[in-house]
């Protein structure tokens, strides 16, 4: 009965490559929710009680990927309670580890679409980086040393997952240099042609 498992897109791309931005976009137009590892782990890490506050600051400061099961388990706890069946999961998976860990817990349970890919320079990942960070993002990870870190974990660690569903043939890849409005232009051609 694979048509009544959730609906999965996982949404890749480098730092600032407009991840977020994009989802939001989505989220406007078709019935999916958007989950951002990133502010799920954010969010957790502000939590004064949470058992997993300093490692998550320590890995977002370092641009090191987070341990799966604590990501996972946001994003199974953020799924569950939504009420939602159509999911865009932003930032994740993006290292080995995430990978099987999702394979192994979620794998069997939710039907992938797609892998939503976001491609553009490094030159122009840095250039957004630091920007959101002159504009007072307040994100701890926008400053020229961290992000300089972002995009060596991306190219080492997160790549590699986008190349392995590349081979599956799930990847959609999206020119992600242009405008945002460009850039949604063909991400709204690829949502209709999935609607049921
Ligand atoms: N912008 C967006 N699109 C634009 C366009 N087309 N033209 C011009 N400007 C554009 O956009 C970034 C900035 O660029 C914004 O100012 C935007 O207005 C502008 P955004 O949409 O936020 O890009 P996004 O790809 O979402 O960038 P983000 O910085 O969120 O990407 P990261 O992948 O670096 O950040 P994330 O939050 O996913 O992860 C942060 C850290 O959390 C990681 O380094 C890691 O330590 C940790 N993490 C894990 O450990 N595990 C996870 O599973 C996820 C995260
Ligand atoms: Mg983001």
Redesign the pocket.
Same mark, same amino acid.
């Given at each position: 009965y694979q048509h009544q498992l959730p609906k999965v897109v996982f949404v890749l791309? +480098?730092? +600032? &490559?407009?991840?977020?931005?994009?989802?939001?976009n989505i989220v406007k137009e078709f019935d999916f929710l958007h989950l $951002?590892? +990133? %502010?799920l782990? /954010?969010e957790e890490r502000k939590k004064p009680d949470s058992k997993y506050g300093q490692l998550?600051e320590d890995?977002?400061k370092?641009? @090191?990927?987070?341990p799966v099961e604590i990501?996972l388990n946001l994003i199974r706890i953020a799924m569950a309670q939504s009420g939602k069946d159509k999911f865009l999961i %932003? +930032?994740?998976? #993006?290292n080995k580890d995430?990978l099987d860990g999702w394979n192994l817990i979620m794998g069997k349970d939710v039907n992938l679409l797609f892998v939503l890919f976001?491609n553009c320079s490094t030159e122009t990942c840095i250039e /957004?980086?630091m @920007? #959101?960070g002159a504009?007072g993002?307040g #994100?701890a %990870?926008?400053t020229s040393d961290v992000i300089q870190k #972002?995009i060596q974990?991306?190219l080492n660690e997160s790549l590699p997952i986008v190349q392995h569903y590349e081979n599956s043939g799930l990847v959609r890849k999206i020119d &992600? $240099? /242009?405008? &945002?409005d460009?850039?949604f232009e063909d991400v709204k051609q690829l949502f209709q042609s999935i609607k049921d």
């Open positions: 791309g +480098g730092p +600032g &490559a407009g991840k977020g931005t994009q989802c939001a $951002s590892a +990133g %502010d782990l /954010r998550i890995c977002i370092r641009s @090191k990927i987070v990501t %932003d +930032g994740f998976p #993006r995430n976001f /957004r980086c @920007k #959101r504009e993002s #994100r %990870d926008d #972002r974990t991306y &992600a $240099s /242009r405008s &945002a460009e850039v």
